[in-house]
Protein backbone atom coordinates (compact mmCIF):
# COMPACT_ATOMS: atom_id res chain seq x y z
CA UNK A 1 0.00 0.00 0.00
CA UNK A 2 1.51 3.70 -0.96
CA UNK A 3 1.96 5.92 1.66
CA UNK A 4 -0.97 8.60 2.17
CA UNK A 5 0.14 12.39 1.24
CA UNK A 6 0.71 14.53 4.39
CA UNK A 7 0.57 18.03 4.22
CA UNK A 8 0.50 20.75 6.92
CA UNK A 9 -2.65 23.38 6.90
CA UNK A 10 -2.93 26.39 8.51
CA UNK A 11 -6.20 27.90 9.62
CA UNK A 12 -7.48 31.34 11.24
CA UNK A 13 -9.31 31.57 14.49
CA UNK A 14 -12.78 31.30 12.31
CA UNK A 15 -11.57 28.30 10.69
CA UNK A 16 -10.14 26.82 13.33
CA UNK A 17 -13.25 27.16 15.36
CA UNK A 18 -15.44 25.41 12.65
CA UNK A 19 -12.34 22.28 12.57
CA UNK A 20 -12.76 21.90 16.33
CA UNK A 21 -16.63 21.94 16.17
CA UNK A 22 -16.39 19.29 13.51
CA UNK A 23 -13.61 17.20 15.39
CA UNK A 24 -16.50 16.58 18.09
CA UNK A 25 -18.31 14.12 15.67
CA UNK A 26 -15.86 11.86 16.40
CA UNK A 27 -14.16 11.91 12.99
CA UNK A 28 -10.41 11.92 12.16
CA UNK A 29 -9.06 15.34 10.87
CA UNK A 30 -7.75 13.34 7.67
CA UNK A 31 -11.71 12.51 7.08
CA UNK A 32 -12.59 16.02 8.09
CA UNK A 33 -10.53 17.55 5.30
CA UNK A 34 -10.48 14.58 2.95
CA UNK A 35 -14.67 15.31 3.36
CA UNK A 36 -14.87 19.57 2.88
CA UNK A 37 -12.27 19.04 0.32
CA UNK A 38 -14.38 16.50 -2.11
CA UNK A 39 -17.65 18.48 -1.08
CA UNK A 40 -16.09 21.79 -1.85
CA UNK A 41 -15.02 20.17 -5.47
CA UNK A 42 -18.21 18.64 -6.03
CA UNK A 43 -20.53 22.25 -5.22
CA UNK A 44 -17.50 25.30 -6.14
CA UNK A 45 -19.70 26.13 -8.24
CA UNK A 46 -22.17 27.28 -6.01
CA UNK A 47 -20.02 30.04 -4.61
CA UNK A 48 -21.13 32.67 -7.38
CA UNK A 49 -24.49 32.44 -6.15
CA UNK A 50 -26.18 33.94 -3.25
CA UNK A 51 -25.55 31.33 -0.29
CA UNK A 52 -28.99 32.70 1.46
CA UNK A 53 -31.16 31.74 -1.20
CA UNK A 54 -29.65 28.82 -2.28
CA UNK A 55 -30.28 27.58 1.30
CA UNK A 56 -33.90 28.59 1.04
CA UNK A 57 -33.36 26.27 -2.03
CA UNK A 58 -32.64 23.56 -0.99
CA UNK A 59 -35.17 23.82 1.86
CA UNK A 60 -38.17 24.19 -0.01
CA UNK A 61 -37.37 22.42 -2.16
CA UNK A 62 -36.20 19.42 -0.53
CA UNK A 63 -39.26 18.27 1.21
CA UNK A 64 -41.14 18.13 -1.67
CA UNK A 65 -43.67 21.38 -0.45
CA UNK A 66 -42.76 23.23 -3.63
CA UNK A 67 -42.02 23.15 -7.19
CA UNK A 68 -40.08 24.87 -9.52
CA UNK A 69 -42.26 26.83 -12.27
CA UNK A 70 -41.51 28.72 -15.16
CA UNK A 71 -42.66 32.33 -14.20
CA UNK A 72 -44.75 32.45 -17.71
CA UNK A 73 -46.79 29.60 -16.44
CA UNK A 74 -47.66 31.23 -13.02
CA UNK A 75 -48.73 34.72 -15.45
CA UNK A 76 -51.44 32.49 -17.67
CA UNK A 77 -52.94 30.79 -14.60
CA UNK A 78 -53.56 34.05 -12.68
CA UNK A 79 -54.62 35.78 -15.87
CA UNK A 80 -57.37 32.68 -16.30
CA UNK A 81 -58.08 33.36 -12.44
CA UNK A 82 -58.63 36.85 -13.82
CA UNK A 83 -60.15 36.45 -16.68
CA UNK A 84 -62.97 34.29 -14.95
CA UNK A 85 -63.86 36.26 -12.06
CA UNK A 86 -62.55 33.28 -9.80
CA UNK A 87 -63.58 34.51 -6.43
CA UNK A 88 -63.23 30.93 -4.99
CA UNK A 89 -59.33 30.90 -6.07
CA UNK A 90 -59.38 33.94 -3.89
CA UNK A 91 -60.70 32.52 -1.03
CA UNK A 92 -59.01 29.55 -1.40
CA UNK A 93 -55.09 31.85 -2.08
CA UNK A 94 -56.14 34.17 1.37
CA UNK A 95 -56.72 30.54 3.60
CA UNK A 96 -53.38 29.73 1.99
CA UNK A 97 -51.61 32.36 3.22
CA UNK A 98 -53.13 32.40 6.80
CA UNK A 99 -51.55 29.09 7.04
CA UNK A 100 -48.36 30.40 5.75
CA UNK A 101 -48.59 33.14 9.03
CA UNK A 102 -47.96 30.35 10.93
CA UNK A 103 -45.14 28.96 9.12
CA UNK A 104 -43.89 32.19 9.15
CA UNK A 105 -43.89 32.85 13.01
CA UNK A 106 -41.08 33.93 14.49
CA UNK A 107 -39.63 35.00 11.31
CA UNK A 108 -38.94 38.82 10.71
CA UNK A 109 -41.06 40.46 7.88
CA UNK A 110 -37.57 41.15 5.98
CA UNK A 111 -36.95 37.00 6.12
CA UNK A 112 -40.41 36.64 4.66
CA UNK A 113 -39.21 39.29 2.43
CA UNK A 114 -36.12 37.44 1.28
CA UNK A 115 -37.59 33.81 1.63
CA UNK A 116 -40.60 35.54 -1.03
CA UNK A 117 -38.36 36.97 -3.28
CA UNK A 118 -36.37 33.71 -3.34
CA UNK A 119 -38.78 32.22 -5.40
CA UNK A 120 -38.62 35.32 -8.06
CA UNK A 121 -42.55 36.66 -7.24
CA UNK A 122 -41.04 40.29 -6.98
CA UNK A 123 -37.76 42.23 -6.60
CA UNK A 124 -37.04 43.26 -3.33
CA UNK A 125 -35.82 46.91 -1.61
CA UNK A 126 -35.55 49.25 0.73
CA UNK A 127 -36.52 52.94 0.40
CA UNK A 128 -35.76 54.17 4.31
CA UNK A 129 -37.77 52.74 6.52
CA UNK A 130 -40.32 50.72 3.73
CA UNK A 131 -39.84 47.60 1.68
CA UNK A 132 -40.18 48.14 -1.94
CA UNK A 133 -41.51 44.94 -3.79
CA UNK A 134 -40.55 45.63 -7.55
CA UNK A 135 -43.07 43.63 -9.86
CA UNK A 136 -42.84 42.11 -13.88
CA UNK A 137 -46.47 41.42 -14.13
CA UNK A 138 -49.65 42.88 -12.78
CA UNK A 139 -51.07 39.44 -11.99
CA UNK A 140 -47.87 38.53 -9.39
CA UNK A 141 -48.33 41.93 -7.84
CA UNK A 142 -51.72 41.16 -6.88
CA UNK A 143 -51.50 37.85 -6.32
CA UNK A 144 -48.70 38.48 -3.83
CA UNK A 145 -50.32 41.75 -2.30
CA UNK A 146 -53.18 39.45 -1.20
CA UNK A 147 -50.85 36.65 -0.08
CA UNK A 148 -48.96 39.21 2.20
CA UNK A 149 -52.20 41.43 3.37
CA UNK A 150 -53.19 37.64 4.84
CA UNK A 151 -49.65 36.81 6.34
CA UNK A 152 -49.18 40.37 8.12
CA UNK A 153 -52.26 40.00 9.29
CA UNK A 154 -52.10 36.68 10.66
CA UNK A 155 -48.94 37.65 12.23
CA UNK A 156 -50.78 40.59 14.11
CA UNK A 157 -48.84 43.29 12.27
CA UNK A 158 -49.46 46.64 11.87
CA UNK A 159 -48.67 47.23 8.59
CA UNK A 160 -49.29 49.71 5.20
CA UNK A 161 -49.15 48.56 1.61
CA UNK A 162 -49.58 51.25 -1.17
CA UNK A 163 -49.25 50.40 -4.49
CA UNK A 164 -47.49 51.56 -7.30
CA UNK A 165 -47.67 50.92 -11.09
CA UNK A 166 -45.38 48.51 -10.80
CA UNK A 167 -44.51 48.10 -6.73
CA UNK A 168 -45.55 47.44 -3.68
CA UNK A 169 -44.86 49.12 -0.60
CA UNK A 170 -44.83 48.18 2.32
CA UNK A 171 -44.32 50.04 5.75
CA UNK A 172 -44.44 47.63 8.98
CA UNK A 173 -45.39 49.53 12.36
CA UNK A 174 -43.80 47.29 15.09
Known sequence: MKNPLRTTIAFDEETAGIFEKLK?????????VRNALKFYYLFRQLEKY???KLKIYVEMLSEGEHVILDLDHLVILLDIVEKYKDEGFWE???EIARNHAEQFSGMTIEE???RLEACN????GRSGSEYVLVFGSDHIKKFMRVFL???LKGLNKKFEIRENLTKIRIGVKD
Open 24 to 32: EEKLSQSEI
Open 50 to 52: DME
Open 92 to 94: LHK
Open 112 to 114: ILR
Open 121 to 124: FFRL
Open 149 to 151: EEV
